[in-house]
């Protein structure tokens, strides 16, 4: 199954700089892992006012559930607000037409 995900990074005031770049090195490690096990297909920066940060993600998991297990496993976890969209396949996809 194929789900776009959504992030928006909130890090909580007070938090020393030195955590935030730690768990930062942290979740670009975990990421490559993500993208080399197949999980993370595509990843989009959207640029935000402020001081947060946000992207979008292209995630392939056997399930929401699944899904949902990979996400929570992220060093940025408890920083993160998460939209997940499940995706079907449409029927003038590109992508089915080079298949």
Do not use: C
């Amino acid at each position: 199954m194929e789900f776009l995900v959504e992030f928006e990074v909130e890090v909580p005031v007070g938090t020393p700089t030195a955590e935030v770049d730690e768990r930062q090195r942290a979740e670009s490690a975990a990421a490559t892992k993500l993208a080399q096990d197949g999980h993370l297909v595509r990843l989009w920066r959207r640029p935000i006012v402020g001081d947060e940060t946000s992207a979008i993600g292209l995630y392939h998991a056997e399930s929401k559930a699944a899904l949902d297990d990979l996400l929570a496993a992220l060093p940025l976890a408890d920083w993160l607000r998460v939209t997940v969209t499940p995706l079907d396949a449409h029927p003038n996809d590109p992508a089915r037409a080079s298949r």
